[in-house]
């Protein structure tokens, strides 16, 4: 069944399938189990089920792979499926269809296989404990991948195992679960020589302080190798002692180079500190009664943009003041502000480069912070009535990918050694904080150095497991394209590039993308084929069949997102369109076919591509979605007309 069908064909075309054996059209079913469409999947679901009552398992293994398909609606639908057989008998056929599967497809099907539920999942704890050895060494392997309290003590048991890789990946779940009945074993196993290292690094990952006696035990008898890994997990526990403990050890170490790293953890330390009340803000601010105030100060007309959660507030010479609540303009209740109004909140926020720079250019970004009500990205600018002002509201938290809606398939992206990730969209839209997103998963899994260029800078990233450096363009360096020159000679590992606006700038972000770096970039494009085109477009045209070879290697995705108003009123949520870099799309640009890229992203559901369609859509039947601004958004209208009529249609009484 074709994707770029319309949900009515797909269900006819279902419906005659559903007529035949499910058995000679199972692959069918399955696909259509995990449609856009409620009605194709409840009507799949139902012409599945003669045959998952069956004593038939010929099905289960085509099944059983769905836990490792990148789509979550795949994997779910596949769990709800499997749920209907016994726990035992799915916990061996799990273990046989992926005995020979490595690496993230293993991981997804783990994340599969918990989604079972405890039955399953303890038959599987079950299989590692009482099965011939090398089915128990994969069910361990499989289970310890699973982070649930349930395999807390299979992980304590897996401590004391030979096999050390076994060790190794049951620290990792017991640092990541928490559980209190894994932080003595852990401790413990900082005696064993062949995996204190491992211990080590798993108690700093936990960062419990209950951890340090047993951490400065090992210390004191520990070689050096472990002293210094001992270091590492100081640095992540969150206590007043670490900094004295760090200090100690400057001076007393008999090694240099573990007393120079102390003290470079102790800098590091008092950094962190200094840039707290900065990073993470969690106050919750009430609304301020503006008409109430008899005088009202810009830190009033803060407090109350980040109380009702707008994202921008609007000064303005002769005008009211108005926030965007929602993506509305909303005016407050308040007069008009007169010039003089207007230049006693702005002038005190303005440095004397500032001055220098607005006075020059009559137009000036910069990014403002305002104590405890956190970060405002700033544009102070001059127009016929006098100066004006507009304060982005940056988020105090960077929110997950997770919290922002971002398909599953492409959390990977952050997993890339190397290559062009391209988050486009409208003015407004929330790249910044998709990037933001991207760079928080790498800062907080991968030992790197990620460097970013923005103007300005929004986000505060305190290095973590990497080391992060951010420039701002005209604090920090002359502009976009002269930090990335700068850059390939930085040692970067991640660069992200606040904005793609120029042909030097596009230029070396590819060519950084083409030497051994991950680079995220920003595009003001509607979509990801349009994105391609753009890019392209930059170059002259004599460059530009090179170019298609060169962005046919480089590019690993595009994200395309645009911001629609929730249904219930509550803000708002991103619909995200995904082009992945398939062979298929790779051909496309290299021979010029852009125009097929809509289609090719359409047929591209099984490698984690979305059209911006399907993602409005998928909204609208959770009903997360204002149906009217998505049938707006739409391409194809006449896919959204059925939920705008049930939408306008008088309520029954």
Same mark, same amino acid.
């Given at each position: 069944?074709?994707?770029?069908?319309?949900?009515?064909?797909?269900?006819?075309?279902?419906?005659?399938?559903?007529?035949?054996?499910?058995?000679?059209? /199972?692959?069918s079913l399955l696909k259509a189990a995990a449609d856009s469409s409620e009605?194709?999947?409840?009507?799949?679901?139902?012409?599945?089920?003669?045959?998952?009552?069956?004593?038939?398992?010929?099905?289960?293994?085509?099944?059983?792979?769905?836990?490792?398909?990148?789509?979550?609606?795949? +994997?779910?639908?596949?769990?709800?499926?499997?749920?209907?057989?016994?726990?035992?008998?799915?916990?061996? *056929?799990?273990?046989?269809?992926?005995?020979?599967?490595?690496?993230?497809?293993?991981?997804?099907? *783990?994340?599969?296989?918990?989604?079972?539920?405890?039955?399953?999942?303890?038959?599987?704890? %079950?299989?590692?404990?009482?099965?011939?050895?090398?089915?128990?060494?994969?069910?361990?392997?499989?289970?310890?991948?699973?982070?649930?309290?349930?395999?807390?003590?299979?992980?304590?048991?897996?401590?004391?195992?030979?096999?050390?890789?076994?060790?190794?990946?049951?620290?990792?779940?017991?640092?990541?679960?928490?559980?209190?009945?894994?932080?003595?074993?852990?401790?413990?196993? =900082?005696?064993?020589?062949?995996?204190?290292?491992?211990?080590?690094?798993?108690?700093?990952?936990?960062? @419990?302080?209950?951890?340090?006696?047993?951490?400065?035990?090992?210390?004191?008898?520990?070689?050096?190798? /472990?002293?210094?890994?001992?270091?590492?997990?100081?640095?992540?526990?969150?206590?007043? $002692?670490?900094?004295? =403990?760090?200090?100690?050890?400057?001076?007393?170490?008999?090694?240099?180079?573990? $007393?120079?790293?102390?003290?470079?953890?102790?800098?590091?330390?008092?950094? +962190?500190?200094?840039?707290?009340?900065?990073?993470?803000?969690? @106050?919750?601010?009430?609304?301020?009664?503006? *008409?109430?105030?008899?005088?009202?100060?810009?830190?009033?007309?803060?407090?109350? *943009?980040?109380?009702?959660?707008?994202?921008?507030?609007?000064?303005?010479?002769?005008?009211?003041? #108005?926030? $965007?609540?929602?993506?509305?303009?909303?005016?407050?209740?308040?007069?008009?502000?007169?010039?003089?109004?207007?230049?006693?909140?702005?002038?005190?926020?303005?440095?004397? #480069?500032?001055?220098? @720079?607005?006075?020059?250019? $009559?137009?000036?970004?910069?990014?403002?912070?305002?104590?405890?009500?956190?970060?405002?990205?700033?544009?102070?600018?001059?127009?016929?009535?006098?100066?004006?002002?507009?304060?982005?509201?940056?988020?105090?938290?960077?929110?997950?990918?997770?919290?922002?809606?971002?398909?599953?398939?492409?959390?990977?992206?952050?997993?890339?050694?190397?290559?062009?990730?391209?988050?486009?969209?409208?003015?407004?839209?929330?790249?910044?904080?998709?990037?933001?997103? !991207?760079?928080?998963?790498?800062?907080?899994?991968?030992?790197?150095h990620i460097l970013t260029i923005e103007d300005p800078i929004e986000y505060?990233?305190?290095?973590?497991?990497?080391?992060?450096?951010?420039?701002?363009?005209?604090?920090?360096?002359?502009?976009?394209?002269?930090?990335?020159?700068?850059?390939?000679?930085?040692?970067?590992?991640?660069?992200?590039?606040?904005?793609?606006?120029?042909?030097?700038?596009?230029?070396?972000?590819? @060519?950084?993308?083409?030497?051994?770096?991950?680079?995220?970039?920003?595009?003001?494009?509607?979509?990801?084929?349009?994105?391609?085109?753009?890019?392209? %477009?930059?170059?002259?045209?004599?460059?530009?069949?090179?170019?298609?070879?060169?962005?046919?290697?480089?590019?690993?995705?595009?994200?395309?997102?645009?911001?629609?108003?929730?249904?219930?009123?509550?803000?708002?949520?991103?619909? !995200?369109?995904?082009?992945?870099?398939?062979?298929?799309?790779?051909?496309?640009?290299?021979?010029?076919?852009?125009?097929?890229?809509?289609?090719?992203?359409?047929?591209?559901?099984?490698?984690?591509?979305?059209?911006?369609?399907?993602?409005?859509?998928?909204?609208?039947?959770?009903?997360?979605?204002?149906?009217?601004?998505?049938? %707006?958004?739409?391409?194809?209208?006449?896919?959204?007309?059925?939920?705008?009529?049930?939408?306008?249609?008088?309520?029954?009484?």
């Amino acid at each position: 069944m074709s994707e770029d069908r319309n949900e009515e064909a797909r269900f006819r075309a279902l419906q005659q399938i559903a007529e035949q054996p499910p058995e000679q059209n /199972l692959a069918s079913l399955l696909k259509a189990a995990a449609d856009s469409s409620e009605r194709i999947r409840q009507a799949a679901a139902k012409a599945l089920q003669p045959l998952t009552a069956s004593p038939s398992t010929s099905w289960q293994p085509k099944v059983m792979a769905q836990l490792a398909d990148p789509r979550p609606e795949v +994997r779910e639908e596949a769990a709800r499926l499997l749920q209907s057989q016994s726990p035992t008998f799915i916990a061996d *056929a799990f273990l046989s269809v992926f005995k020979n599967v490595f690496g993230p497809p293993r991981e997804k099907a *783990a994340e599969g296989y918990r989604a079972l539920g405890p039955r399953f999942l303890e038959a599987l704890v %079950d299989r590692a404990g009482d099965y011939e050895k090398d089915a128990a060494n994969l069910a361990a392997s499989i289970a310890v991948m699973i982070r649930t309290p349930t395999v807390v003590p299979l992980c304590i048991r897996l401590l004391k195992q030979p096999d050390w890789w076994l060790r190794e990946r049951a620290s990792e779940a017991l640092a990541e679960i928490k559980d209190p009945r894994g932080l003595p074993p852990l401790i413990e196993l =900082l005696q064993d020589r062949d995996s204190d290292l491992s211990a080590a690094a798993a108690l700093g990952r936990w960062g @419990t302080p209950e951890a340090l006696p047993g951490l400065l035990a090992a210390y004191k008898r520990g070689a050096m190798d /472990l002293r210094l890994e001992i270091l590492d997990a100081f640095a992540k526990i969150v206590d007043p $002692r670490v900094p004295a =403990l760090l200090q100690n050890i400057s001076t007393i170490d008999p090694e240099p180079v573990v $007393r120079e790293k102390a003290v470079r953890m102790l800098r590091h330390l008092q950094k +962190r500190e200094g840039e707290g009340a900065d990073a993470e803000p969690q @106050t919750v601010f009430e609304p301020v009664d503006l *008409a109430g105030l008899s005088e009202v100060t810009l830190e009033d007309l803060m407090r109350h *943009a980040r109380a009702v959660h707008a994202s921008d507030l609007h000064l303005a010479v002769n005008a009211i003041p #108005h926030v $965007r609540l929602n993506g509305k303009m909303i005016p407050l209740p308040l007069p008009p502000l007169s010039e003089e109004q207007v230049e006693k909140m702005l002038h005190p926020m303005l440095t004397e #480069h500032h001055r220098a @720079t607005l006075g020059e250019t $009559r137009n000036l970004d910069f990014c403002y912070r305002a104590g405890s009500l956190g970060r405002f990205r700033t544009n102070i600018f001059y127009q016929r009535k006098g100066l004006d002002a507009v304060f982005r509201l940056v988020p105090p938290v960077v929110p997950s990918l997770k919290e922002l809606g971002l398909p599953e398939s492409t959390w990977e992206l952050a997993d890339y050694s190397q290559g062009l990730v391209l988050v486009t969209g409208p003015a407004g839209s929330g790249k910044t904080t998709t990037l933001a997103a !991207f760079v928080d998963l790498i800062n907080r899994n991968q030992n790197c150095h990620i460097l970013t260029i923005e103007d300005p800078i929004e986000y505060v990233h305190r290095s973590r497991e990497s080391l992060i450096n951010q420039r701002e363009v005209g604090t920090h360096t002359e502009s976009f394209a002269k930090a990335l020159r700068q850059a390939l000679r930085e040692d970067p590992d991640v660069i992200m590039v606040g904005e793609l606006r120029d042909l030097d700038t596009i230029s070396l972000a590819i @060519t950084a993308s083409e030497t051994g770096h991950l680079v995220f970039g920003t595009l003001h494009t509607a979509s990801a084929a349009g994105t391609v085109d753009r890019v392209i %477009d930059a170059f002259p045209a004599a460059q530009q069949s090179q170019v298609r070879q060169i962005l046919a290697d480089s590019l690993k995705a595009v994200i395309t997102q645009h911001l629609l108003p929730r249904r219930d009123g509550q803000g708002r949520i991103a619909a !995200f369109e995904i082009l992945r870099n398939t062979p298929n799309i790779a051909g496309l640009i290299r021979e010029a076919k852009t125009f097929q890229i809509g289609s090719a992203i359409q047929t591209g559901a099984g490698a984690g591509m979305q059209t911006m369609d399907s993602a409005m859509l998928k909204l609208l039947q959770e009903k997360k979605v204002d149906p009217r601004a998505a049938y %707006d958004r739409a391409l194809r209208k006449e896919l959204f007309e059925k939920y705008l009529e049930k939408s306008d249609a008088p309520a029954e009484a």
